[in-house]
């Protein structure tokens, strides 16, 4: 409730409700012609349209005429963010669908990027090839590349992204990834990330061997780290020189791959 160009407006649930000074009603805001209005704050401009702040449609502006317009501020289809990858000035983010004890949210499979100033969303509707994909959990952005990226999911597998684009879907058929203990038609991705070599090390949750690695010329290798477990994240790889001294009892990986 507030006074605008001396009235009083009224923000109900789906109602803006003007008064005049005097108390008595002027006129209630209902429609957008089309379109229902949910606000949750209103204000007149010195022109006499009313401005509109909807819980559901973001910013609206309607005339005289009582006919609303729509204003659309750049960003991504969806606010949740559960991780994102940065390659050069471009940012790539994923929504994310896993709950604390490691189950499925079964999220819109949906990812994002955010170049000179402007949001690029992608989902079922402009990427039917995102298909049944489901709780798109990790990213790994190409350090070489601004427009490539692989996207990890916690129980739909693994795909590499290229301008925009699904290019290919990792399976226990095309790459060294396994199908989970658990579930055998399930691929639980828990996290990837390049090393300075720009090989890809993925974490295969709950699967035979946990750790794979997608070198950098293109062939996979999987890693067995003993008792298998949730691989929850491959916070960052970085490479260091194996050191008997330091590393007694440790299996150099930089050397296997």
Known sequence: MLVSNDRLLVCNFLTVDVFKSDGTAESSYYSYNPGNIRPNDARYDENGDLWIADN??????????????????????????????????????????????????????????????????????????????????????????????????????????????????????????????????????????YDENQNLRVTNSTAPDILSVKKADGQWKSFNLGTYGTGDRCRSCYYRPFQPEMDAGARPFTDCI
């Open 56 to 193: 559901d449609k973001g910013l609206w502006k309607i005339d005289e005429t009582f006919t609303g317009q729509q204003y659309l501020i750049n960003g991504p289809i969806n606010s949740q963010v559960a991780a994102m990858g940065i390659s050069g000035t471009t940012l790539w983010a994923v929504p994310g669908g896993r709950n604390a004890s490691f189950g499925n949210l079964y999220s819109a499979a949906q990812y994002y990027t955010f170049e000179d100033e402007s949001w690029s969303s992608f989902s079922l509707t402009n990427t039917p090839s995102l298909g049944e994909m489901r709780d798109l959990i990790c990213i790994a952005a190409d350090q070489q590349d601004d427009n490539h990226a692989y996207i990890g999911s916690w129980g739909y597998g693994f795909m590499e992204i290229n301008d925009g684009a699904i290019v290919n879907s990792f399976t226990p058929g095309n790459s060294s990834l396994q199908y989970s203990i658990d579930a055998d038609d399930r691929i639980f991705i828990g996290g990837a990330a």
